[in-house]
């Protein structure tokens, strides 16, 4: 059984900074590309951002290119990203995904981690 774990959300003021956490359990996790997506309220599910299985090619939506960065630790099975310069659009819960971006906002996922930018 997949199992997604997130943690690391909070209260930020604009600008600052978080690091998301995903532990992952229940399938081989360095053979799959992971992602990260997220939901605001009222709003839909969007896909953020995706690595591949081996942690060498990475991607994300245009609205936090050089700002987010996702990273993967296939020995501890966890996958990171590295929230910077928030902004208060930025709000939303948080999810980690088995897979890429064709199929992330179709994933099973966990109960996430908010993300809160508030000055």
């Known amino acids: 059984e997949v199992q997604l774990v997130e943690s690391g959300g909070g209260l930020v003021q604009p600008g600052g900074s978080l690091r998301l956490s995903c532990v992952a359990s229940g399938f081989n996790f360095g053979a799959y590309s992971m992602s990260w997506i997220r939901q605001s309220p009222g709003k839909r599910l969007e896909w953020v951002a995706t690595?591949?299985?081996?942690?060498?090619?990475?991607e994300y939506i245009d609205s936090v290119k050089g700002r987010f960065t996702v990273s993967k630790d296939n020995a501890r099975s966890t996958v990171d990203l590295q929230l910077n310069s928030l902004m208060i659009e930025d709000s939303a819960t948080y999810y980690c995904?088995?897979?890429?971006?064709?199929?992330?906002?179709?994933?099973?996922r966990g109960q996430g981690t908010q993300v809160v930018v508030s000055a």
């Open positions: 995904v088995q897979g890429g971006r064709s199929t992330a906002l179709w994933s099973p």
């Open positions: 690595i591949n299985g081996r942690g060498t090619r990475d």
